[in-house]
């Protein structure tokens, strides 16, 4: 792929001397750091976005955004926008001619824009017995942020039968492959770095204790949180336990070469969106039985 901006640096980071240790108990405080950051966060201006050094992968990454909900969404249906940030997604959702929408997020700073918002932690409160009435949903989207099992609970109860799941995710695999090329306990680059604990300077992951394995995640101009690995298989067959069925996944490198050679629409978009410089991101979908549901993961590499 030709880039068409300043090389990227590889190696060239500068993560915190040490992350924090952190047990399950310490999720409340985790949950309130998350929301925190983002609330902090202020709109930028279009000069300020243009200028940012992860322009080309936020391009990118609202592209194939664009291009899932173009290939699921249909015209009138209800949709229910986990950890929905500032509403960055409306405007898709708009173009696909959705009849209703709702957003949750944990961030109170994230709502900037009328519609129906939620604030409430996606990842622990029970929706459903805040949005049954609006429900049930034809899609449920979640977007660059990590899915737990309280979150497939709260999609699972509130989509309806056959109503699709779509979403991104960081990809464990290669999260993992790059811990174990580096030579400590963080990689990076210049725009991005993730930084794993001492406890797992091993760098051996037991597939029988697949949770709770969590990582420093800085993203320059975007991200600074700590984060969690979620391998896919155990997502999958988390997602089974829910009634949601995989109906497809595909890495980023892989979804952004098909759909850009598929269609023109997805070429034209790519073009007008500039964001065919450097990428990263896979995705994956899963379906409510008789339905479906859709997941994707990403990384940037
Ligand atoms: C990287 S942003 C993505 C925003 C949006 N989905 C997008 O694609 O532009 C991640 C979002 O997840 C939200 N978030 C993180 N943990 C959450 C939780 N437990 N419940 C609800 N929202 C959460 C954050 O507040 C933030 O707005």
Redesign the pocket.
């Known amino acids: 792929m030709k880039r068409g901006h300043e090389e990227i640096a590889s190696g060239s980071f500068t993560p915190p001397a040490k992350v924090k240790s952190v047990s399950y108990d310490d999720s409340f405080k985790n ?1 309130q750091r ?2 925190d950051h ?1 609330s902090a966060r202020s709109n930028q201006t279009l000069e300020e976005r243009e200028a940012s050094p992860i322009i080309h992968l936020k391009k990118l990454n609202n592209w194939i ?1 664009s291009v899932l909900i173009q290939l699921y969404a249909q015209k009138g249906d209800a949709v229910l926008d ?4 500032k509403g ?2 409306l405007i898709k959702w708009e173009k696909a001619q959705i009849g209703y929408y709702v957003g ?4 109170e700073g ?1 709502f900037s824009f009328p519609a129906r918002l939620i604030c ?5 409160a029970r929706l459903d017995e805040y949005l049954e009435e609006d429900g049930p949903y034809d899609i449920c989207s979640c ?3 990590c899915v737990a099992r309280r979150a497939l609970s709260n999609i699972s109860a509130l989509l309806r039968p056959g109503g699709i799941f779509i979403g991104t995710m960081p990809d464990a695999n290669v999260i993992i492959k790059k811990l174990r090329e580096a030579d400590g306990l963080s990689f990076g680059n210049n725009v991005y770095w993730i930084c794993f604990d001492d406890e797992f300077s091993q760098k051996r992951f037991r597939s029988s204790s697949p949770f709770g394995i969590r990582y420093q995640f800085h993203l320059e101009d975007a ?1 600074d949180c700590p984060e969690w690995i979620v391998p896919f298989p155990v997502f999958k067959s988390l997602a089974e336990e829910y009634d949601l069925e995989l109906v497809f996944v595909k890495n980023s490198h892989e979804f952004v070469n098909e759909y850009l050679r598929k269609t023109s629409v997805h070429r034209e978009l790519m073009r007008r969106l500039g964001a065919l410089v450097m990428g990263t991101k896979i995705k994956a979908h899963c379906h409510r039985r008789n339905g479906m549901l859709l997941t994707c993961t990403w990384l940037m590499c």
Do not use: L, N, T
């Open positions: 949950a998350v929301a983002y955004k986990f950890a929905c940030g960055g997604d949750v997020d944990i961030a994230s409430a932690d996606c990842y622990e977007q660059v942020s991200v």
